[in-house]
């Protein structure tokens, strides 16, 4: 004889639906303790895997963002440092109007200030690096800033050199003025050069020449500071973008998920029931043979 339990159509019938019922229970619940619907390949292997692409995109991206946001404190200090060379140079300025009416001696102790304010504009511009790059004191120096893995996706910035010899030299100065490319022989000039008020006059068109470098040099900065500041922010929507795009695919939605918990727990009862009014019904019959 065969040990076989041999069951009825609806009997099968209802046991099935109650595993496919426990199973889809199964997911939802899962969905609901993780937060996913696609936590895995195995659930969906279209969505899990453009969901981690486009998240790889973004965690790619984030990378660059924080680099462009170094980029802008680098530019930051560099602007900076050129808007403080320009108030040194006004400073200077200032001295030399004051100069034109000074005694002798008075103008001997404001051509020792006007040294000493020039070496401290020096000072000021090699100190302004950040990050080891320094910006204003060197044509040589450049800041790269890239913003996606695509090669040409990126912007070169190039240094500029502010310090005094360099600003003086940019404004064509002859060793006729009486100002040497350091300042250094500007207290020499008012000591020893019978028309002082020449030599006045032509240093503090040399110092406007050297502030309207500064100034130019300053905007430009400043305007790749704003355009950066631009890029930081679309970067920062593409991110958010891409992470949404990919919570699209994979997160579940937790309104519909518990209704689906609901809907199918139900689903479960009535199908016990059914169960038991199908076993109810089979030992119905088999009293009829007793």
Known sequence: MSSNVVLTAATRQNLLSLQGIGNTTSTTQEALATGLKVASAVDNAVSFFQAQSLNNRASALSEYKASIDQSISSLTTATQASQSVVTILQQLQGLLDSAK????????????????????????VNDASYQGLNLVNSTAS????????TSSSLLKIHGTNQLVSKLVTAAKISKASHLATSFTGLSKGWSTVSNKTSIFNNAFNVLQAAIGTSQSDAQSLGGN??????????????????????????????????????????????????????????SNVLRLFH
């Open 142 to 149: 450049v800041l790269t800033v890239q913003f996606s893995t």
């Open 101 to 124: 009416t000074e005694t002798a001696s008075q103008q001997k102790a404001s051509a020792q200030q006007f040294d000493t304010l020039a070496a401290q504009l020096n000072n000021l």
């Open 225 to 282: 500071v704003t355009f950066l500041n631009t890029r930081l922010d679309f970067t920062s929507q593409y991110i958010t973008t891409l992470q949404g795009g990919a919570d699209k695919l994979t997160v579940a939605d937790v309104n519909v998920e518990s209704t689906n918990l609901v809907t199918l727990q139900t689903q479960q009862q009535l199908a016990i029931q059914s169960l038991s009014i199908a076993t109810q019904s089979e």
